[in-house]
């Protein structure tokens, strides 16, 4: 297989991670000279008084209701991103701050690249580095430890009107500041922890594995998957546990830094078209694609190099140690397999396609979608249909 | 070095944008990722910013080739480096497009989904193209030609190039 030895990193975020970090938040937009921001989130947070922790923490006089649009629905659309984008400018307001999800993240994206880019339609700006302008100060402040949307160039915007996908990756995206504080994501119960650290540890693994792998992510993705190893199963067994939290947290946002440079594979690429095709949960998709996915990399040597890296950092030295080199690739795959395995014991998440309402008949279409993602590109070797069927028949 | 260069990834990029047409009748894969792209679908092609690209547009389940233009209009898809070697090393042979597309070299203007079908395209015109070693490389298995490189290259000099209106 051919490989190169260039490769781009970039990561410009500044991290302010663990208990107060919500404290620095006025510092920080002193010093990003936002004084009007536009607050996005949802209702669920207003209702569990995660918005109101956030209000705590800025100072009274710098916002009013009109700065708050708590109506950002579960997927980022192209709608929603031009009405709050037309309330940013009504206000004047300068800057921009995304308390949530991907979701709340992804439309915070979509309206700093209308604004900054000074466009009517957003569809103009779909595509890769499409975006040149400067951009207003960004700062998110995740509530699922999962996604890396935080840290991440990328975001996802549903066109309704023409019921496609619209994917915006861009540096310009990434945010100025991710506040990662344990007080907002104290709430997860054990099956969506669970269900989130999964997704952290897809990030981790695919960041090994794609094709723009270098040493910089790898530094990053190690180091998450260090933390997963050592903090998902106890986090999941005593959810309100701060160290376990704040530790899947920095995971989740290192995770995200290291698939942002070396991108996802063929394990996110399918997990996408299921959501999109079968209407499944993303994260419960990514919970049964991950060992088929692992188990159809082995194949590539580069693949059970990169493995034996997770073995170290999920297993240990003892264990890497007392594993013959042939074996130890496999053994990695094991130990993600072991984890997802208690995972499911302890809070059910699924192991099958059939599970979770894939149905054989979609199969067609899912791998139509799946090789239309981008990430297929980014995957070991030269993925064929034939491959991701193959994968969808070993996960239902 | 550099007009070198400049030269061969002209005549290479002309060369693939002659060859999406030919080999649509002839490539299953061709026909297939054509089938996904919506109809009158036009893509421009450029070594980089500012460059002159190359037009294919999608019509009756034909790719017609447009030849060179400066700053087209209507365009739905728009690829190009982020420099001119980025595009020698593709168009070249040292590289595939897809690992060019890993590596963050190549920006897209449009929807990556159908951009990822003209990878698919690229990919394999760049195959029939080059030579038997290279194309093994970048598609990963030993695939066969169903018109030799002689025939395609032959075919693609005479071909008709559309004027007029994109």
Same mark, same amino acid.
């Given at each position: 297989?051919?490989?190169?030895?260039?490769?781009?990193?970039?990561?410009? &975020?500044?991290?302010?991670? =663990?208990?107060?970090?919500?404290?620095?938040?006025?510092?920080?937009?002193?010093?990003?000279? %936002?004084?009007?921001?536009?607050?996005?989130?949802?209702?669920?947070?207003?209702? *569990?008084?995660?918005?109101?922790?956030?209000?705590?923490?800025?100072?009274?006089?710098?916002?009013? /209701?009109?700065?708050?649009?708590?109506? #950002?629905?579960?997927?980022?659309?192209?709608? #929603?991103?031009?009405?709050?984008?037309?309330?940013?400018?009504?206000?004047?307001?300068?800057?921009?701050?995304?308390?949530?999800?991907?979701?709340?993240?992804?439309?915070?994206?979509?309206?700093?690249? *209308?604004?900054?880019?000074? %466009?009517?339609?957003?569809?103009?700006?779909? =595509?890769?580095?499409?975006?040149?302008?400067?951009? /207003?100060?960004?700062?998110?402040?995740?509530?699922?430890?999962?996604?890396?949307?935080?840290?991440?160039?990328?975001?996802?915007?549903?066109?309704?009107?023409?019921?496609?996908?619209?994917?915006?990756?861009?540096?310009?995206?990434?945010?100025?500041?991710?506040?990662?504080?344990?007080?907002?994501?104290?709430?997860?119960?054990?099956?969506?922890?669970?269900?989130?650290?999964?997704?952290?540890? &897809?990030?981790?693994?695919?960041?090994?594995?794609?094709?723009?792998?270098?040493?910089?992510?790898?530094?990053?993705?190690?180091?998450?998957?260090?933390? #997963?190893?050592?903090?998902?199963?106890?986090? &999941?067994?005593?959810?309100?546990?701060?160290?376990?939290?704040?530790?899947?947290?920095?995971?989740?946002? *290192?995770?995200?830094?290291?698939?942002?440079?070396?991108?996802?594979?063929?394990?996110?690429?399918?997990?996408?078209?299921?959501?999109?095709?079968?209407?499944?949960?993303?994260?419960?998709?990514?919970?049964?694609?991950?060992?088929?996915?692992?188990?159809?990399?082995?194949?590539?040597?580069?693949?059970?190099?990169?493995?034996?890296?997770?073995?170290?950092?999920?297993?240990?030295?003892?264990?890497?140690?007392?594993?013959?080199?042939?074996?130890?690739?496999?053994?990695?795959?094991?130990?993600? %397999?072991?984890?997802?395995?208690?995972?499911?014991?302890?809070?059910?998440?699924? %192991?099958?396609?059939?599970?979770?309402?894939?149905?054989?008949?979609?199969?067609?279409?899912?791998?139509?979608?799946? *090789?239309?993602?981008?990430?297929?590109?980014?995957?070991?070797?030269?993925?064929?249909?034939?491959?991701?069927?193959?994968?969808?028949?070993?996960?239902? | 070095?550099?007009?070198?260069?400049?030269?061969?990834?002209?005549?290479?990029?002309?060369?693939?944008?002659?060859?999406?047409?030919?080999?649509?009748?002839?490539?299953?894969?061709?026909?297939?990722?054509?089938?996904?792209?919506?109809?009158?679908?036009?893509?421009?092609?450029?070594?980089?910013?500012?460059?002159?690209?190359?037009?294919?547009?999608?019509?009756?389940?034909? $790719?017609?080739?447009?030849?060179?233009?400066?700053?087209?209009?209507?365009?739905?898809?728009?690829?190009?480096?982020?420099?001119?070697? $980025?595009?020698?090393?593709?168009?070249?042979?040292?590289?595939?497009?897809?690992?060019?597309?890993?590596?963050?070299?190549?920006?897209?203007?449009?929807?990556?989904?159908?951009?990822?079908?003209?990878?698919?395209?690229?990919?394999?015109?760049?195959?029939?193209?080059?030579?038997?070693?290279?194309?093994?490389?970048?598609?990963?298995? @030993?695939? @066969?030609?169903?018109?030799?490189?002689?025939?395609?290259?032959?075919?693609?000099?005479?071909?008709?190039?559309?004027?007029?209106?994109?």
């Amino acid at each position: 297989m051919y490989s190169s030895d260039y490769f781009e990193f970039f990561s410009p &975020v500044k991290i302010i991670s =663990g208990e107060h970090a919500l404290s620095t938040l006025n510092y920080e937009l002193d010093r990003l000279h %936002v004084s009007k921001p536009l607050i996005l989130t949802n209702q669920s947070l207003d209702e *569990m008084k995660i918005l109101d922790t956030l209000l705590s923490h800025l100072k009274n006089d710098s916002i009013n /209701q009109r700065q708050i649009i708590k109506t #950002i629905p579960n997927q980022a659309t192209i709608e #929603i991103v031009k009405k709050a984008s037309q309330r940013y400018k009504d206000l004047e307001c300068d800057g921009i701050i995304a308390l949530g999800g991907e979701a709340i993240i992804d439309t915070a994206k979509g309206i700093n690249l *209308m604004i900054s880019e000074q %466009v009517e339609d957003l569809k103009d700006l779909a =595509g890769i580095e499409t975006a040149h302008a400067d951009m /207003q100060p960004f700062i998110v402040i995740p509530t699922t430890s999962s996604t890396g949307s935080e840290a991440a160039l990328t975001a996802v915007i549903n066109d309704e009107s023409s019921k496609r996908v619209l994917e915006f990756i861009s540096s310009k995206l990434i945010p100025d500041l991710a506040v990662i504080d344990p007080t907002m994501t104290f709430s997860l119960p054990p099956r969506l922890t669970a269900s989130t650290g999964v997704d952290a540890l &897809v990030h981790a693994v695919e960041a090994y594995t794609g094709l723009q792998t270098n040493p910089l992510s790898d530094a990053y993705a190690f180091a998450a998957l260090k933390l #997963i190893g050592q903090n998902l199963r106890e986090l &999941v067994k005593d959810v309100n546990n701060k160290k376990h939290r704040v530790a899947m947290n920095n995971a989740a946002v *290192m995770a995200g830094i290291s698939f942002s440079n070396s991108h996802a594979g063929i394990i996110h690429a399918v997990g996408d078209a299921c959501e999109k095709i079968a209407g499944v949960s993303h994260g419960d998709a990514l919970s049964v694609l991950l060992p088929h996915g692992m188990f159809y990399n082995l194949k590539f040597d580069y693949c059970r190099n990169s493995y034996q890296d997770i073995l170290i950092a999920l297993e240990g030295r003892d264990k890497f140690i007392e594993t013959g080199l042939e074996d130890r690739a496999l053994i990695a795959v094991n130990a993600v %397999v072991s984890i997802l395995n208690e995972l499911r014991s302890l809070t059910g998440i699924p %192991v099958t396609l059939k599970e979770i309402g894939v149905k054989r008949n979609q199969f067609d279409d899912i791998v139509d979608k799946a *090789m239309h993602n981008s990430a297929i590109l980014n995957s070991a070797g030269q993925v064929n249909r034939e491959d991701i069927k193959n994968i969808l028949e070993a996960a239902f | 070095m550099k007009k070198l260069h400049h030269l061969i990834d002209k005549l290479i990029l002309s060369l693939i944008g002659r060859s999406f047409t030919i080999l649509t009748d002839t490539e299953p894969i061709i026909k297939r990722e054509l089938a996904y792209l919506p109809d009158e679908f036009t893509a421009a092609f450029a070594v980089e910013e500012g460059a002159p690209s190359i037009i294919v547009k999608k019509e009756n389940n034909r $790719f017609k080739y447009f030849g060179y233009h400066y700053e087209p209009n209507n365009i739905d898809l728009r690829l190009y480096f982020k420099d001119e070697e $980025f595009a020698y090393e593709v168009l070249g042979a040292k590289e595939g497009i897809r690992q060019a597309f890993s590596e963050h070299k190549i920006i897209l203007e449009g929807d990556l989904e159908y951009a990822v079908s003209l990878i698919y395209i690229f990919e394999v015109v760049e195959a029939y193209i080059m030579s038997e070693k290279f194309s093994e490389k970048i598609i990963g298995y @030993k695939f @066969k030609r169903n018109i030799s490189r002689l025939q395609l290259i032959i075919r693609a000099l005479f071909l008709y190039r559309e004027k007029g209106e994109i």
